[in-house]
């Protein structure tokens, strides 16, 4: 696992140690940030599901101003930690190692996301279906900027509506969908990147 671009292109983190988490391969990562680099310079992320924090840790590196990395379990919440001091990050990102769905529910931030990366265990879009959309709901009711991008990634087998959240584009990329969505209520129409 590497960064791909930016001030620490190169630069290798480390994997996971266990199966716990999921890396998106490396073909599918510049697929997506090519999409999303006219989002990333200034940006507040959050990485939610981070794993070992391949997603946020490379919009640090392509100019995001902060990225908060959600990761519950410990061997990945380690390795994130281990990655974030390894690139001398530490004053732009924070990790958050508790329930996301309760953190998202209870806490609102000053300063609004502008993009989000949903990475939740594929088994989540059939066994918490529920959560996931309360989750998105209250995303956008307290964590997201009207024209906030999210980033959802799952099982090509599955789909799952996240109203509030808006599909504005979809990327397949084998056994992988890769949805682009944005808040219903985001009335400049503003969307990815083609």
């Keep these: 696992m590497r960064i791909i671009a930016g001030e620490f292109r190169g630069r290798k983190l ?6 716990a988490t999921r890396p998106v391969t490396a073909r599918v990562k510049q697929s997506v940030f090519d999409i999303l680099t006219a989002l990333l310079d200034g940006a507040v992320v959050y990485d939610c599901f981070a ?7 490379e919009c640090l590196s392509r100019g995001a101003a902060r990225v908060t990395f959600f990761e519950a379990d410990r061997s990945a919440g380690k390795r994130l930690r281990q990655n974030i001091a390894t690139l001398k990050v530490e004053d732009r990102a924070t990790v958050i190692a508790g329930d996301l769905f309760r953190w998202i529910a209870e806490s609102a931030r000053a300063s609004k996301a502008s993009l989000v990366f949903l990475d939740p265990p594929y088994r989540y879009l059939r066994e918490r279906p529920a959560d996931l959309q309360s989750l998105a709901r209250n995303l956008v009711t307290r964590h997201l900027a009207p024209a906030a991008t999210v980033v959802f990634r799952h099982d090509a087998a599955d789909s ?19 949805e682009f969505l944005t808040p219903a209520s985001n009335q400049k129409g503003e969307t990815p990147p083609p």
Excluded: A
């Excluded at 799952?160 to 890769?178: C, I, S």
């Design 160 to 178: 799952l509506d996240l109203p509030p959240l808006t599909r504005v584009d979809v990327r397949d990329y084998g056994g992988m969908t890769v």
């Design 51 to 57: 794993g070992t924090g391949s997603m946020g840790l």
């Design 14 to 19: 480390l994997p996971p140690d266990t199966d």
